[in-house]
């Protein structure tokens, strides 16, 4: 069977999270303000699980998460994390002041020369709620690279 190489076309899975994080962060005080439950939380001090072989959390941290595999894109799944939180400039004026605000973008694919856009909307959007985006990228060798 002869090796094909595909390039380009969608990423393979995606991951966003709307992600507050802040040393003296409270989950609860955040989940009462944007009226929505992270899907992760923990406070500065708690432990990532009961192994103390890892250390406490330097901050604390309020998560919600969203996955979605091709051909579901970064853009909708932005999109859909922003609906479930409120669009009231107050409320992140306050959050963006005291606590460090992300989207977080995870993209997993294989092959090369895979991509995905956000539009001006998008990005506006999350510009409005004062975070940062930041963008996690893991790209798995094929093995046609180990034969070159």
């Avoid at 330097?58 to 919600?64: D, E, F, N, P, T």
């Avoid at 963008?135 to 046609?144: G, K, L, N, R, V």
């Amino acid at each position: 069977m002869e090796n094909v190489i595909i390039v380009g076309g969608l990423v393979d899975k995606t991951s966003v999270c709307l992600a507050i994080y802040g040393e003296d962060l409270n989950p609860d005080e955040i989940s009462k303000h944007l009226g929505c439950q992270p899907t992760k939380a923990h406070k500065r001090g708690d432990r990532k699980n009961l192994n103390f072989k890892y250390a406490p959390y330097s901050k604390g941290a309020w998560i919600l998460n969203l996955k979605g595999h091709a051909p579901i894109t970064a853009e909708e799944l932005v999109r859909d994390l922003l609906l479930r939180v409120p669009r009231e400039p107050e409320i992140w004026r306050e959050l963006s002041a005291t606590y460090d605000v992300q989207v977080r973008i995870a993209i997993h694919m294989e092959g090369w020369n895979k991509g995905f856009n956000l539009t001006p909307h998008t990005v506006q959007c999350i510009s409005k709620i004062g975070a940062s985006i930041v963008f996690d990228i893991y790209a798995y060798s094929d093995e046609e690279d180990d034969n070159t």
